[in-house]
């Protein structure tokens, strides 16, 4: 330890204090009560950190303090958390003393062994706790859905979102693609996992288990990524559809009418339609698997199914209705909007989809011309409205397929019939075509240059 | 990219210049021939780091490169080492300006922000491409031995030992003991699996398949860590014999007398003896999992065997000879060893055992008041002779076991019959006791006092 | 082929014909169609018979065959069943002559030499046909469906009854306990085999996922039998509940009180209470595997949950109403019933229950009196009704525990509270104890002497 | 029981003494120690057959007294069966009235239940003890290796005779093709079960570990087949080579010739050498597998490997030398050999090969006429030489691949170089071709007219 440590202890707690005291959840406790049990975590934390007993020891506190941590409520559990980040963070006399030598260094090997020290340094004590929870049970899973609890939380104080950060950094590293195992998902897999797809899906509800068996049938095929230390829990997974020609309605792809359920259907199938995607465990966003998992299962379904042709996905347009929304209300308190007049004059011819009473409904109430420029409004919309800051498409889903170096093959009226389609993009969705010999082009015009890639169907709707 | 590029990129090659400048590597190269394919390098290392393509794209290249790499000889493997290490290191003018602005925040939960940004910006490139080599087919195994080479290689250049100390920090986080499998190994696990063991077997070589099958026999256990990414190579393993009271000669436990094979010998046993433990993985070096195996399988066998009542290494004492002839050539110089006198005396009456022209070669060559001598001395050794650096033992197998918590239980009097033995102890082994509840004590004792455990049996030698 | 091939194959086909010729199945087949199917057939199988091609071609033909059969309707698979009994049985020259010779055997030797050759004649040809439909991708399963299917269909022709008890003798050799594996099912196992559990659950019905999820859990246990050639089929399987005392109402264990689905629950119950046993396969009636289940599983349970004291069953009565329906109409036609004066009171007392318009339709409706009544019938029921022809006792399900070797340990007023058990017992439950010391002397007594035992506690209620 | 069961016992136990008498196991034995254990023997199997104790106790029993079985010496162990053949048979008096019956019956229907019933009385009860062994952990591979013994045993007493048939028709009905599994074998596989091919491996031994790696290298293949009853051991194995081209050389097939290991070898072959097919149980001597296993691995070779083109042994002539000294016997003696002159004259002047001091031996010291005149009697000996019982080819291993429709594709001068060969054949060995698309015909030709294909190489031989 530095001898200025006591500095930097009254600093810590002052830090600490600040953050605690605006804390909600310290105002509701009685503080001496609270400081009993936030002495004891903080003897608890420093055996652990100085290894008392060994290693194994060490692991072995971690894990204690681990099942007391999950044995709190959330107010607790913050409680923990703050006092865990403000007190056991970096020591900052030591990084300015580093950085002092790396500004003086003239060489530039001793630049690089100071760098490899300070990167050393910089990473706080509150991490080795962290990471030793590993040894809990399930105590990857426990990190995971720790990061989910402080992605709710970070707003509260900042000490909670460095702490975020910090686990998300920890999580990449373990979470590397090269150690995940693509798994194909069956009616014959444990209902335990299986349980967790209905739990889990974020695109189109699983109604019930005859509707996930239907899902899983013969002519589907279903395939998750997991990671070792967490081998029960799907980390995102893939519903596939194997028809003749690209799907244009989900409704038809979900309804579990018996009568196309038999074997021979998936022989004939030429084309395979991703119809959702969903990501299983909040506690690990922003570490991206998707692109990875889209492409780990068009590889194996040619492998197994080399009658396969075509590649597609069958997608929301989650944005587009929001869009909408956002631009006649700009037209109708006279901004400008920077649209061609052709898109608007469409747009008002919507504006009664869209108030209090609207006209329809559903698809089909509407009228041929509104369907019309509904098609032209989303055609438009996919090709040509970007977000501000990053200049990447404007809708989610469409900047997600984009970047994987998709295409935009087709527009499908009326291709989710129930409210939530209704609500996002009144039923249309789009199909994102695969094609592998122009993935890498498709996204490096993509990125590089905001270039996106669509088909001449799709491009003759804006004609 | 910062407007410094330019300068930065100079530095850069400037230091990589003179690293190959003196590299007997390039020198007995033609530079022209090495021109072409550094140039190829530096583009496919761009490119991987680009996210040319995409992140799926990315991965390909870096594998494809990672294929590349291991077709060459250990001459061009440094050679792209060096590349690597010093054209795509951390780039300086970020750091420096991030520190600019840590100096002047005011605010701790700013400094905190400024710490995460550093923190990223002190990985280097390089690792980026090395952790992407993870997607080669057996990844995680081709660092490791990349590892094991940049030890080897460290000693030639500076970049070296960075990327080797660099490598290390990954493989840390890779490794925590949490996503370590331990496995039993029997005569029913896989030959290939088995032929590694018969490779790696560090203390006491395997030699012979009858050999093997023998240390595999119901009156033994064998336990070894995996890694889910190398499912297929054991990281270490411990090889243990079930007996009735402590052990005292290895080669009484390896020799393969048939005759005690049978069942019922397990039943009766009351001790385990811990007779080797090996790392199997160079490229581990320094990642410590010794202490985690030895408390595993003690938990393990504790379940499986509860008739079990004492756990007992059975330890070769490898650097007792060379302490001795260090402190006989001291006292030949009439330097001042610190030495009791009678530690002085016994010395110099071992004093024909080592010589050119020894008294003995064997165990049983020696005369009563040898042995008497020899075991005095190894006593003492074990509890008195520390590391002048560091305070711990001086003996490298007595510091891992007494890290660990165990005791200097008994010396056993020709441990080890053969040559190396001798070579090392004149056959002197020595049993290391791991009594569960006295563990953190010790452990406690010796790391912070210096205090060595004993039993009293073993202190007594020295009165 | 002997040189009365000809008479026999006569007679064959004038059997064949009648049991044809009153079939229904043929009269309403246009007799010209079904001849050349019937032709085809026929050499198909003497193709089979005679090898044509060698071992593995004979086999490739009879699948072929196997495959053909699976897509006749009811009616075209008996009448292959039929032609293949008729006209491939039992050579009854060569029968003949073996009795003859056996006959005038002088020589013990020389007749088990006859034996044998008699016994491998009287194994009919067909009987070859069947063995190999187990080359079929489930032809296990297909043949445990065949004789489910036979076993519906032997009244309709003697023919069909032949074949039934032969395929029973080849599956009672291939069932045999000695290849079944005990597997304890958990909500971890894969959904397409909990499904089966659903559909196969005899006793009582498991009503839905959630259902089954809650006799999946921690306080409870299922486990089934299963065979390596049919895997993926349990073929008896028993639910478990533990708990603390000997549990006497079925509703309570099946409810789904998530209050008492707390882990801790297993830790501190007692008794396993064995509540439901269903045979899975309807193929393998009358191949018995209840008795090694029970007592299996008894065993594993023990080993695993050592704290447990007691093993009962909680069962039905399922033929107690039925036995009383059948003495109040004897009595009312005033024959003699032989039952003692007390037992005809009791059921006359009951006879309001049992109309057209009984007086109570669920337990808690029924007066003190007669529930006083019901019991009491219900314990000189269990304890004395036997089957006139066997002398075992009336009860079937009494039959199986006490042939297992159980006594009758409590009767349970209201044990089962659904319209079912009212019809059964008027929801009256039984407790069968399995006491291991005392199962092989009950099982003589009950086997030998007809005697039952029970506890002095039911023994009493007679009092 | 009938009521002649006294007569039958006493009928029993005079051939029961007969054989004992005989014995010469008995005569060893002082009779009264023997009288003990036997008065034992027979109390425990009779209290098995009458399930004392229930179904389960029985299996118990069973299993209890194979573990005192396991325990005798062979001559106990004869002692027992002889016990349990002779006293635990046939009921005579059952069969006969059945017999009896069956003869005055009038109906085919009556007639046919009779045989029924006559079927399961020609059971004898031994046969339920031995089955009931299967009960012991070990019980399938018990009853196999008890066969094994019988085998050896069977001449000595027509009662051991009497089982061993019997139990082949319980293990013939237990190993039915349909429940054995194909399993490869590789260098992943078990060390305890690659220990077993070392030692099983009846072709060409295998002489080491290292031996045996080089036969699981990547361009060789391992198949067996196993019983889920006995997972452990395999039943029947074939080793394949990869190559271009068929191979004429064992040799050069076994020997560990480094050079030829890379990977990239299996690519390029077009041709699988079946070069060693081993049965591993002699307990299922006379229940053949082989020709399952060849197609099996055919089937399987060509669906992973689809560049193959050619599926040929590699094989022994195991009978031609001992064939060729019959004849030249029978020419010295002067008898009628029936061989044409051309062959009795290359038989003369191989004459010098064969007596006490050949004038060579091995391949590469005959002269080229010797050569030529082998070459000739070899093919002539494949094509033309007969046992005249049966009328199949002479040599065993062509009768087998004879069987299986493979044609006798080449002839190899010195395949086999090593002594055991040159004894066989004078080292030349022979390829048997398995062309798929003429196996049926080529089995037909052979089994119904003894017809023997061969390719026009082979032939010509002959002109």
């Known amino acids: 330890m530095s001898q200025t440590f006591l500095d930097r202890t009254i600093d810590n707690l002052r830090f600490a204090w600040r953050e605690l005291r605006d804390s909600s959840v310290?105002?509701?406790?009685?503080?001496?009560?609270?400081?009993?049990?936030?002495?004891?975590?903080?003897?608890?934390?420093?055996?652990?950190?100085?290894?008392?007993?060994?290693?194994?020891?060490?692991?072995?506190?971690?894990?204690?303090?681990?099942?007391?941590?999950?044995?709190?409520?959330?107010?607790?559990?913050?409680?923990?958390?703050?006092?865990?980040?403000?007190?056991?963070?970096?020591?900052?006399?030591?990084?300015?003393?580093?950085?002092?030598?790396?500004?003086?260094?003239?060489?530039?090997?001793?630049?690089?062994?100071?760098?490899?020290?300070?990167?050393?340094?910089?990473?706080?004590?509150?991490?080795?706790?962290?990471?030793?929870?590993?040894?809990?049970?399930?105590g990857v899973k426990f990190l995971v859905d720790l990061r989910a609890d402080l992605l709710r939380w970070r707003k509260e104080a900042p000490g909670l979102a460095i702490l975020e950060r910090d686990l998300k950094e920890l999580l990449a590293s373990w979470f590397d693609i090269g150690f995940l195992e693509l798994q194909r998902i069956t009616w014959n897999s444990p209902a335990a996992l299986l349980e967790k797809l209905i739990a889990y899906e974020a695109v189109h509800a699983i109604q019930s288990w005859d509707d996930l068996k239907r899902r899983l049938a013969p002519d589907r095929r279903?395939?998750?990524?997991?990671?070792?230390?967490?081998?029960?829990?799907?980390?995102?997974?893939?519903?596939?559809?194997?028809?003749?020609?690209?799907?244009?309605?989900?409704?038809?792809?979900?309804?579990?009418?018996?009568?196309?359920?038999?074997?021979?259907?998936?022989?004939?199938?030429?084309?395979?339609?991703?119809?959702?995607?969903?990501?299983?465990?909040?506690?690990?966003?922003?570490?991206?698997?998707?692109?990875?998992?889209?492409?780990?299962?068009?590889?194996?379904?040619?492998?197994?199914?080399?009658?396969?042709?075509?590649?597609?996905?069958?997608?929301?347009?989650?944005?587009?209705?929001?869009?909408?929304?956002?631009?006649l209300d700009a037209m109708t308190q006279k901004h400008e909007t920077g649209l061609p007049k052709a898109i608007e004059a469409a747009l008002h011819d919507c504006d009664d989809l869209m108030g209090p009473k609207p006209v329809a409904r559903q698809p089909n109430e509407v009228s041929e011309r509104t369907r019309a420029n509904i098609e032209y409004l989303a055609a438009w919309y996919l090709l040509n409205a970007k977000r501000i800051e990053t200049g990447s498409a404007f809708d989610p889903v469409a900047h997600f397929h984009l970047t994987n170096g998709s295409r935009i093959e087709r527009l499908n009226w009326n291709g989710n019939g129930n409210s939530n389609g209704w609500m996002q993009s009144f039923g249309v969705m789009v199909n994102y075509l695969y094609d592998l010999s122009m993935i890498e082009k498709n996204h490096e015009n993509y990125v590089g240059q905001g270039k996106i890639a669509a088909s001449s169907v799709v491009k003759r709707l804006l004609r």
Chains 1, 2, 3, 4 share one sequence.
């Open 26 to 138: 310290v105002r509701s406790l009685g503080l001496d009560e609270s400081q009993n049990r936030q002495d004891r975590w903080r003897r608890q934390i420093a055996d652990c950190l100085a290894r008392r007993g060994g290693a194994v020891s060490a692991r072995s506190r971690a894990a204690a303090l681990g099942h007391d941590f999950l044995r709190l409520d959330d107010g607790g559990k913050r409680e923990f958390l703050h006092l865990l980040v403000n007190e056991f963070g970096v020591d900052r006399d030591r990084v300015g003393a580093i950085m002092a030598d790396w500004n003086m260094a003239d060489d530039l090997a001793e630049q690089a062994l100071l760098e490899t020290e300070l990167r050393s340094e910089l990473v706080p004590p509150f991490r080795t706790i962290l990471k030793e929870f590993n040894s809990l049970p399930q």
């Open 222 to 327: 279903c395939f998750a990524f997991f990671h070792p230390g967490m081998p029960d829990e799907p980390l995102i997974f893939v519903e596939v559809a194997l028809v003749s020609g690209i799907a244009g309605s989900v409704d038809a792809l979900i309804q579990s009418d018996e009568s196309d359920q038999d074997d021979d259907e998936a022989v004939v199938a030429d084309t395979a339609i991703f119809y959702s995607i969903s990501n299983a465990q909040a506690g690990l966003a922003g570490i991206s698997f998707g692109d990875f998992l889209i492409k780990r299962v068009v590889g194996e379904l040619q492998r197994d199914l080399p009658e396969l042709k075509q590649f597609s996905t069958l997608s929301p347009i989650p944005a587009l209705r929001g869009w909408m929304d956002k631009q």
